[in-house]
């Protein structure tokens, strides 16, 4: 059996993108919930500022292996998981780009020093887009892994 090196690619960062989420999910989102609100907008500029451009491009970068396997022949079956994973790996991406990325650039402008007193807390909000990604990128990755055991 041969397997190509895209498909090797696409499971590697498939992996890497659901294990980030994942991680983020179990120990960073409850750390964030627990501090007071000035604690948790300093400490989201800091985790903040090496996922982009790095998410972005291993997320869409998937994505685009993902529809080359899907488009080459080989199995069926194969080529149906590798494209439900481009769909996944496309939700993941629409999530972050609509969801969770606004609510971090309005953190952004708020000073951790002066919280206004009517501030409405998104952390409930962003937690549960994450959830719905960290789901998807799960998937993705469930579908990549079968897709290449099918090839």
Do not use: E
């Not at 007193?117 to 892994?145: E, G, I, K, Y």
């Amino acid at each position: 059996m041969q397997i190509s090196p895209l498909a090797v690619l696409v499971v590697v960062s498939s992996g890497m993108v659901a294990g980030v989420l994942f991680a983020v999910a179990l120990s960073v989102v409850p750390a964030l919930m627990a501090m007071p609100a000035d604690r948790y907008l300093y400490t989201t500029t800091l985790l903040g500022r090496n996922w982009d451009p790095v998410m972005p491009i291993l997320v869409l970068g998937t994505a685009a292996g993902d529809l080359v396997l899907a488009l080459l022949p080989g199995p069926q079956s194969a080529r149906v998981l590798f494209g439900a994973a481009v769909v996944l790996m496309l939700g993941v991406a629409g999530v972050s780009h609509l969801c969770n990325v606004p609510i971090n650039r309005m953190l952004k402008r708020i000073d951790p020093d002066a919280v206004p007193a009517d501030w409405a807390d998104p952390r409930p909000r962003w937690r549960a887009w994450h959830l719905l990604r960290t789901t998807l990128a799960v998937a993705a990755l469930t579908a990549n892994s079968l897709g290449v055991a099918l090839t």
